[in-house]
């Protein structure tokens, strides 16, 4: 992986679209029923509030990047905080588990916290799971928003307690229009989201071609969407954070992974074979990045 360049993204990373990872709902609703589970849907962002940011995953290379990331997210005009241990280090991680873990409890524990946003992605999110406080955060539901290695993080929040997470860019993520846009209607807007996986480029140039969407197997589908980044869903099979794609829209993307472990000898397979795929399962996959053009034709799902 490629820490700088953020490896796990959905869309291609050209959108950085927000993607509700469980629900295409407004964030304003409160609570509604799913599945014979109690969704819980958390409240909308306002211009003002005060957000925090954490790191659950790696550390900060740069001192700098914190700042860029703290940036970026008070652009939709949100007051930032910075978690207690954002810029530690224990190796190749942004603090001890203990420590990562306790600032996201404690970003959930404050009222005046109004929605968390992480760093970055990288590694390290899984190894918190078993830290966070379930019942915390199901008391005190706000909106949570990364991709990449934070999809074990919003999966697990969502499959212990209910709570709607988002997969969306993280701080230090690059944001055009196209982001920044689908954020505010996902999250800070009480209208119907709408369309969220349009993209922003047309004709027949390199951009457009390369961010194309395209119809593998046509139909239409109304149902709660889940999913992340690929690595991580495959991760949390068979532990008590599993994703639940009974009669769901399943997205997945990845970054860098070789077209064998995508297909028939590993991640795709390993959903099939612990799923009940039924004819209401349907998947959406984002541009698998890091893949020659030639490598990935030889891929079959």
């Known amino acids: 992986m490629n ?25 304003d609703e409160t609570v509604a029923q799913s599945s014979n589970k109690s ?3 958390p409240a909308v962002l306002k211009k003002g509030d005060k957000v925090g940011m954490v790191a659950p995953a790696s ?15 008070e652009q939709y005009g949100f007051e930032v905080e910075l978690g207690a241990h954002i810029a530690s280090q224990y190796g190749y991680l942004a603090g001890k588990d203990v420590e990562r873990a306790s600032d996201i409890n404690e970003m959930f524990r ?27 955060i199901r008391q005190n539901p706000k909106v949570i928003i990364g991709h990449s290695d934070i999809t074990a993080l919003v999966l697990a929040i969502h499959q212990k307690t209910g709570l709607i997470t988002f997969h969306g860019s993280s701080g230090l993520s690059n944001v055009g229009n196209y982001a920044i846009a689908h ?17 922003p480029y047309s004709g027949t140039d390199d951009e457009a071609r390369k961010h194309r969407l395209v119809t593998i197997v046509s ?25 639940d794609t009974k009669d769901k829209i399943l997205f997945l993307e990845d970054i860098g992974e070789e077209p064998y472990r995508l297909s028939h000898r590993s991640h ?33 799902f």
């Not at 740069?62 to 703290?70: V, Y």
């Not at 954020?183 to 993209?199: C, D, L, P, W």
């Not at 795929?277 to 349907?282: H, P």
């Open 3 to 27: 820490y700088q360049t953020s490896r796990r993204q959905f869309l291609a990373g050209a959108s950085g679209a927000i993607a509700l990872a469980t629900s295409l709902v407004r964030a």
């Open 39 to 41: 969704i819980i849907k």
């Open 59 to 73: 550390y900060s290379f740069e001192p700098e990047d914190i700042k860029i990331a703290k940036e970026v997210i």
């Open 110 to 136: 404050r009222p005046d916290i109004r929605g968390i946003f992480t760093f970055s992605g990288g590694y390290g999110s899984s190894r918190l799971l078993h830290l966070l406080d379930y019942e915390l």
């Open 183 to 199: 954020f505010r209607r996902a999250v800070m807007a009480t209208q119907n989201i709408g369309e969220i996986a349009k993209s």
């Open 219 to 243: 139909g239409q589908a109304n149902s709660q969407l889940v999913g992340g980044n690929l690595s991580l869903v495959v991760n949390l099979l068979g532990t008590p954070y599993e994703i």
């Open 268 to 300: 795709v397979n390993a959903i099939i074979f612990s799923w009940e795929i039924t004819s209401s399962f349907r998947f959406c996959v984002g541009t698998f990045r890091g893949l020659s053009s030639q490598r990935w034709r030889i891929a079959k």
